[in-house]
């Protein structure tokens, strides 16, 4: 047995039109879970918090409650 932890599919990039795929990294108070919950890299962490901004801007997305 590994010990290594798996890491997660990480996408190439964050669409800010596919809302459903965005809502997997949000809390059910729609706020952005943290890179420890997520799993994701720095750099993959940001661009996912850029795609969320954008689609709260747009009404595609609510903004916290």
Do not use: N
């Amino acid at each position: 047995m590994s010990t290594e932890k798996e890491l997660p599919k990480v996408p190439d990039h964050f669409d800010f039109k596919d809302v459903d795929a965005l809502q997997r990294y949000l809390t059910p108070q729609y706020r952005i879970h943290s890179a420890k919950r997520t799993g994701l890299p720095a750099r993959k962490q940001r661009q996912l918090k850029k795609a969320i901004k954008y689609a709260r801007f747009l009404a595609l997305l609510p903004f916290t409650s």
